[in-house]
């Protein structure tokens, strides 16, 4: 029997043959990913190639085309692109290589490592215009359907848990305040998913980085919060905040942030991270429930970790955190592994 993907492999196998003439013919997986985006290597000699399999009922490959033109612009690193189309959604991409910082990175090259996403990361929140770029904004009502994800896929259908009416009034606090604070900050660019899983490390350029299509304009402390308090990688928080501190007087030397909001960043960035990790464990329990890709709740436990400590760190998070832990995490462990 034919599936839609065979299919799709086929018709990309026939377009590649016109878009890149001499290529191998055969397509080689190059990564997974928690999208409906397919990725293949293939060769013309000894250069390789990315394609992308980008299905148009799921997928906006123009958005990646654009936000790539935007980013190149800056300077920093993304796949060219040297093919593509739009109708049927399939793109012909340089080749960064396959070493994810992920895998890379160690005790002995994680300063520098990070050293190189956070100039990066600087040189995208200078670079881009965020009144012409054209991305969206990330507003309130985005961010609050984010953390009902939370709340529907990882409380309601993963774990079974009744929301009732304490529970129910005690996430809308939260999300009050956790939209608040994300709104307060100045706006930039935003990559949204810029982690160790999109972050590749490159000879030249570092780091080379994927997976940028949602791009928005939204809160300043996003994408660093989601650099070093990573789902898929944890440090210790003496280097987090070295790292932060490091990012901070960046961006007061490039005008991003002000010397004034220095003692309001640390806060900024804490509830942020908690907005993304509570985002983050619903969809990965979407990823488990929805797609059949179950290979994401092994990062729930160090998500929820991240959020526990800033429950722990700040008392209007207090009864939050007590529900998590009596309710939430315990119910998570029954579900995962019974």
Known sequence: MTTP??????????????ALPGCQRRLVPASGDASFRRYFRTRID????????????TENLRAFIDVATLMRETGVTVP??????????????SDLGSRHYLETLGADNSDQLYRD????????????DTEDCGCPVYDAALLRRELDIFRDWFLGRLLGSQFDGDASSLFERVSATLVTSA????RVFVHRDYHSRNLM??????????????????????????????????????????????YLEQAIAHDLLAASDAPRFERWFDLMGMQRHL????????????????????DIPRTLAYV????????EFADFGEFLRSTAEPAHRRAVFA
């Open 183 to 186: 709104l307060e900050q100045p």
């Open 201 to 246: 490390v490159c000879a030249s350029g570092n780091p080379g980085i994927l997976d940028f299509q949602d791009a928005v304009i939204g809160p300043i402390s996003y994408d660093l919060v989601s650099l070093l308090r990573d789902c898929y990688v944890a440090w210790p928080e003496s280097r987090v905040s070295r790292w932060r501190q490091e």
């Open 46 to 57: 000894d250069l390789s190639w990315v394609v992308m399999d980008a299905p148009p009922a």
């Open 117 to 128: 996403a956070i100039a990066a990361l600087v040189r995208l929140q200078t670079g881009i």
């Open 80 to 93: 060219a692109v040297h093919a593509v189309d739009l109708e049927r959604g399939f793109a012909v991409l």
């Open 5 to 18: 993907q065979d299919t799709r492999c086929t018709e990309l196998s026939i377009w590649l043959e016109q």
């Open 308 to 315: 526990d400590s800033v429950c722990t760190k700040y008392p």
């Open 279 to 298: 985002k983050a464990v619903g969809i990965f329990a979407r990823l488990q429930l929805r797609d059949g890709k179950g290979g994401y709740l092994k």
